[in-house]
């Protein structure tokens, strides 16, 4: 079993005033696991890539961990993506966490030029990436001939010194039954996928799990959520004991780590709040 823990989103915000190093390094000081970050590289808001951002959060943090929430792998060669993994552990100390998923925006492969996967391409292209990843990982001269990737006789080197953690973040049938056979963890949203319809998809990566010969407890289960102290909009709103309450049923629900994504404009206040009057607890009544 998975112990509880605790993520924090983190903007890609590139726009005045943001700054995501200073918001990372903070989580760290308050408690909180892991921080992690979205993936949409094209949009008129300013942002920043999500690789180089996380980048400048390990050299400025020494123990909290980095997810990325989820890398779209139809932006990036897997291969490739292997390699930054290793890399981007091994210099951080082993605090990598790759989530990946099929890529959800279209318009942003078509506004970079990047050719638009089909529904099946994107569950497809995933299982490959997993597969190359896992395989440039732990093998010497590693080919695959996939339908979409493949590698010939490649080397990575070094390989990784651990077992680097793959999320997915995933929803519908055929991916879900992939991240039970072959995830380290599950990372839907709360917005997309609500407490009163998650068990169904929860099961199915269980189960799937168990049919692959994998120990369904060691899958973590991650549940992204928004939330806001006070008035406002978000998943879960209301008091620092409403939001606990909250967050405790998705725990009761099996859910092994909970990403809190604070909403509103008052962000360090509402990041404070959630570290010193609700996580307690939730830790408590988990």
């Known amino acids: 079993m ?17 700054d995501p190093v200073r918001e990372a390094a903070e989580a760290e000081r308050l408690g909180f696991d892991f921080v992690s970050t979205s993936d949409h590289p094209c949009g008129t808001s300013p942002s920043f890539e999500t690789w180089t951002m996380l980048a400048w959060i390990a050299a400025a943090t020494t123990r909290i961990r980095l997810a990325t929430r989820v890398l779209g792998v139809p932006y990036r060669p897997p291969a490739m993506v292997a ?3 290793e890399t981007f552990d091994r210099l951080s100390g082993g605090r990598l966490i790759l ?7 279209d318009e942003e492969f078509r506004a970079f030029g990047l050719p638009v996967p089909t529904p099946r391409d994107k569950i497809d292209g995933l299982e490959e990436a997993v597969a190359i990843t ?5 093998r010497p001269a590693f080919t695959f001939a996939g339908r979409l990737y493949h590698t010939e006789a ?5 390989k990784p010194d651990r077992r680097i953690p793959i999320w997915l973040g995933t929803f519908g049938p055929r991916a879900l039954a992939l991240t039970g056979r072959v995830a380290d963890g599950w990372i839907p949203s709360y917005g997309l996928v609500p407490p009163d319809v998650i068990a169904g998809p929860r099961d199915r990566v269980l189960a799937a799990a168990e049919e692959a010969g994998r120990d369904p407890g060691a899958v973590a289960l991650a549940y992204n959520i928004e939330v806001r102290i006070g008035a406002g909009t978000g998943d879960l709103t209301g008091t620092p004991e409403q939001v606990a309450e909250g967050l405790t049923a998705c725990v009761k629900l099996g859910f092994t780590a909970l990403n809190l994504k604070p909403t509103g404009p008052d962000r360090t206040e509402q990041v404070h709040r959630l570290a010193e009057e609700v996580l307690p607890a939730v830790r408590a009544s988990a």
């Open 2 to 18: 998975n112990a509880l823990q605790f993520g924090l989103d983190v903007p890609a915000s590139a726009a005045p005033g943001s």
């Open 83 to 85: 390699k930054m993994a």
């Open 99 to 105: 989530g990946m998923g099929g890529g959800y925006s």
């Open 134 to 138: 896992r395989g440039l990982w732990s």
């Open 154 to 158: 490649a080397d990575l080197e070094p």
